[in-house]
């Protein structure tokens, strides 16, 4: 009977603990060019600071380890008999997912399907020191054998603690449930973990001319004159038939920036500017 008692719970461990993938999963189909992403784990993306993979906050949790599936970074994810979930804590890294659609993520499950096997994501949101508020969602269609992408609209993300605000997701929690955790191992291999939504549009191109009355059509208004006088350099700069003149220099300074006409730039002004737009200045 100890044989037995003993075989079977051999038997049991190497059906959660065998059968590593030997392919990698599939690089991810969205770029950064047509999406917006946060990437918590992929080769694909610069990743967010992850705090801590897999917390041990309860006698249920379970920590993830570095491997490596056909020369592709992968997590993995044991969860011996009597641990059920791991957690990813990138509070530090926390971010505003408002604007995010959906989250992926791949997982790759060995061996034969255990009998009530679930998987559940829940996504804490921290709007303070700590969790404040938190989502989840449940996968019961789970298949094993195969590289699965998970592509989860968010919206479908129901209330598992307070209300549904996303505006400060700082971990996540992978809770692999099944009918008899405590006498069942599993392994999940993870991969591509990432939340995605439109790209921002940029806004129109514009013809407007940034800089106010650049034709001199009122005078000197919105420009300022600068004279090195302490050089001393002397010099009469004014305004007249759509032009900017300055007449009368004299004096023994001899840099260019010792005689200035600038216009500095509003509040307004500033805001118009986009970065890594291009900016054409004539005269």
């Not at 641990?83 to 604007?99: L, Q, V, W």
């Not at 603690?161 to 996540?172: H, K, L, P, T, Y």
Request: charged share 10%; net charge neutral.
């Amino acid at each position: 009977m100890k044989k037995l008692i003993l075989l079977t719970m051999i038997c049991s461990y190497l059906v959660g603990f065998s059968q590593a993938p030997t392919t990698a999963a599939a690089a991810p189909t969205h770029s950064t060019a047509t999406s917006n992403i946060k990437s918590v784990f992929s080769d694909a993306f610069t990743n967010i600071s992850v705090n801590q993979w897999g917390p041990l906050w309860s006698a249920a949790a379970s920590s993830f380890s570095d491997v490596t599936i056909a020369g592709n970074a992968t997590k993995l994810l044991d969860l011996p008999a009597g641990k059920e979930y791991g957690a990813i804590d990138f509070a530090p890294s926390k971010f505003n997912a408002t604007g995010y659609t959906h989250v992926r993520m791949d997982y790759y499950i060995p061996g034969t399907l255990l009998t009530g096997q679930v998987i559940n994501i829940k996504l804490s949101n921290h709007d303070g020191s700590g969790e404040t508020n938190a989502i989840e969602h449940t996968i019961t269609s789970v298949t094993a054998g195969q590289w699965v992408s998970l592509d989860i609209p968010l919206s479908s993300f129901t209330v598992a603690f307070n209300n549904a605000s996303r505006n400060n997701i700082a971990q996540m929690v992978i809770t692999a449930a099944r009918a008899n955790v405590g006498g069942t191992a599993l392994s999940i291999y993870i991969d591509n973990i990432y939340f995605y939504g439109p790209a921002a549009t940029p806004p129109p191109a514009s013809t407007k001319n940034i800089i106010l009355n650049g034709s001199f059509n009122n005078g000197l208004t919105d420009w300022t004159s600068f004279l090195a006088s302490w050089i001393p350099v002397n010099a009469t700069i004014n305004a007249a038939n759509n032009e900017a003149n300055v007449t009368g220099i004299s004096g023994a300074g001899g840099e260019t920036w010792h005689i200035q006409l600038n216009q500095i730039f509003t509040a307004s002004q500033k805001d118009s500017l986009v970065v890594g737009k291009k900016y054409k200045l004539s005269f």
